[in-house]
């Protein structure tokens, strides 16, 4: 049995935050689960689904946030308590449905897991997704602890119930990814099936329709509000005449500077963890205790303009900061360390760190920079493209993915990026107004997500562009998760089906598809070559199983590859693929056999063909 199905409440457990907040969903009675993979959430619906072979819990992969949101909404308004997962980008793709689904509400709990990624650990940019709260009009929940997840997720249903609104609970890649030792409560009893009462003149968002709802809507943030002002989750401690308001992780930071600083005495902490609609009476209270007051969250100023107004609307004149030059900065992750910084600099408090330590003995630590995994597929088709595009001057708009990495040198096959799908969009427009050949980059899941409209666009449009699909059977970069285009039976799971990218791209219109097999280096080039020399909508779908998913599968089943002495040092393998199973000793180029995973493109690189398989 799943470990998080453990019907033994007390028992203490060491969780990942994902493991606990998985885990709170199913004490919470989670009926339906409903996700698009994405870092740093990615475990959070990798445990339900494990759990979901095992119990009567739904959940889905879908094709993305949008459509994960939609099936989440349906259900709920069936009175089923469904959880909807994603990344903080993610919330741009749901937007659409979210803020439509804010006038609407639900019958059963709705709660939307929003997992922020501040410092960009996995992400293109790290938005603030708390403003989404503020956007729609949706109650927020916030955790500052790991264990406080969990339980915080069993509260944003209920909460979800009595506003009969969704709930967005936001985490962050530090609560996401972090461990820390939980204490199992009781598992409430799902109920898996519900029932739909049609009611179209609440239900059907015509303007008139929402005209009405919106006043709801309205209604509700007002109720949510009065909740916000009692919730157990907004608390002070300490006492003092200076305040410090902070949300999330933060608060941790804060707890911890004021002991190192000797400030318990003197300061009081305001942790706001029901942060939308905020608690404004609660706040003005606070304030008046306050000569000054330092706002420390990470990414934007949300609650410190939402503090500031109020302490404009009770006329109080006392310092409030937070954002700053000279204080804490929009950028990235805060720490211990800064946060003790900055508590000292606007306290006035004298403080010496530690020392840091010498270590100029220490050899410094060699980086280690991303790359995409030995016997990648899609090194030899960025390797392939590059060479059949030789003499032609290419624009190269690239996609989210493991593949994104193929921007990096010696590659280079990567020229502009903004989002899933934006591939296929971007180079309808590079494609209309430069001169030069434009070649767009994209995955399968990502291709199901959001490229099919681009392509389509394409095809209508009468562009002119190739377009390569990746087509490595998996979902790789966020943990091999399925997407409509894998084999299920592979993973010995019935009922699903299983969508041809060929059938798809042929049915959108596109009258030139070919299908490659990269590790095929010679027929790959000529296929490439046939398709960039194609008038229109070209594309290429490139297909080779990802090659640490085939290891799991147990699919490998080739030799690794040695350098033997007909190695003349050219260093063509290393210096045009850069392979991370190749390294140099004794300035002679070597191949690590553990790593090889024997896909035989560098030996049809090799001018010497000195690189052979090992016989054992």
Do not use: W
Not at 430 to 443: A, D, H, L, M, R
């Amino acid at each position: 049995m799943h470990k998080l199905l453990t019907e033994n409440p007390g028992k203490k457990m060491l969780l990942l935050g994902n493991e606990a907040i998985a885990r709170g969903a199913i004490e919470a009675g989670v009926a339906v689960a409903t996700t698009y993979p994405g870092t740093p959430s990615s475990e959070i619906s990798l445990n339900l689904f494990q759990m979901s072979l095992e119990s009567d819990l739904y959940f889905e992969y879908s094709t993305n946030e949008k459509v994960a949101l939609e099936v989440a909404a349906a259900t709920a308004n069936s009175g089923i308590r469904s959880l909807c997962i994603m990344k903080h980008v993610g919330m741009n793709v749901a937007s659409d449905a979210l803020m439509t689904l804010a006038y609407v509400g639900v019958k059963g709990g709705l709660v939307i897991i929003t997992a922020d990624d501040p410092f960009m650990f996995s992400s293109q940019n790290e938005q603030d997704n708390r403003y989404y709260a503020v956007l729609s009009g949706l109650p927020m929940l916030e955790p500052s602890s790991i264990e406080e997840a969990k339980d915080m997720l069993g509260y944003a249903f209920d909460l979800s119930e009595e506003l009969q609104e969704p709930v967005i609970f936001r985490t962050t890649t530090r609560i996401n990814h972090s461990n820390a030792v939980v204490v199992f409560g009781e598992i409430k009893k799902r109920i898996t099936t519900g029932d739909f009462q049609k009611d179209p003149f609440n239900y059907v968002t015509v303007p008139a329709v929402s005209r009405k709802l919106h006043a709801k809507l309205l209604k509700n943030l007002e109720k949510a509000e009065t909740i916000s002002e009692k919730s157990k989750y907004n608390f002070i401690t300490g006492d003092g005449n200076l305040g410090i308001i902070c949300n999330g992780v933060s608060y941790n930071y804060v707890y911890d500077a004021l002991n190192d600083l000797n400030l318990k005495d003197r300061v009081k902490i305001l942790r706001i963890g029901f942060s939308h609609p905020m608690p404004g009476a609660m706040i003005k209270d606070f304030l008046k205790g306050c000569e000054k007051v330092l706002v420390v969250e990470e990414g934007e100023p949300y609650m410190e303009e939402s503090v500031k107004a109020l302490a404009q609307e009770e006329g109080l004149t006392l310092s409030i900061r937070g954002k700053g030059k000279d204080l804490f900065s929009h950028l990235y992750e805060f720490n211990p360390g800064l946060v003790r910084k900055c508590l000292s600099k606007y306290f006035g408090v004298e403080f010496t760190p530690p020392a840091v330590p010498d270590l100029s003995d220490i050899p410094e630590i060699p980086m280690r920079p991303p790359n995409l995994c030995a016997g990648c597929s899609h090194r030899a088709t960025y390797y392939e493209v590059k060479k059949a595009a030789e003499g032609m001057d290419t624009i190269c708009p690239i996609d989210i993915g493991c593949y994104t990495l193929g921007f990096l040198p010696p590659l280079s096959m990567g020229d502009f990026l903004i989002c899933m799908g934006s591939s296929v969009g971007t180079s309808c427009g590079f494609s209309k107004v430069t001169q030069k050949k434009v070649i767009g980059f994209i995955g399968d899941s990502t291709f199901f997500h959001s490229g099919m409209p681009g392509l389509a666009n394409a095809v209508f449009n009468n562009h002119n562009f190739t377009l390569i699909i990746l087509d490595n059977g998996t979902t790789a970069m966020t943990g091999h998760q399925p997407n409509p285009g894998v084999d299920m039976k592979k993973l010995n799971l019935d009922g699903y089906n299983q969508i041809s990218i060929e059938k798809v791209v042929r049915s959108l219109g596109v009258s030139h598809v070919s299908v490659i097999r990269p590790y095929k280096v010679q027929k790959s080039i000529e296929a490439i070559k046939e398709a960039l020399n194609v008038k229109g909508v070209s594309v290429i779908i490139s297909r080779q199983m990802c090659s640490l998913y085939a290891k799991s599968l147990k699919k490998l089943k080739a030799l690794p590859f040695y350098i033997s002495d007909k190695c003349k040092n050219h260093r063509t393998c290393v210096n045009e693929l850069a392979c991370p199973a190749f390294y140099i000793q004794d300035e002679k180029v070597e191949i690590d056999p553990v790593m090889c995973v024997g896909c035989a493109v560098c030996a049809q690189l090799c001018p010497e063909k000195a690189i052979l398989p090992l016989k054992k």
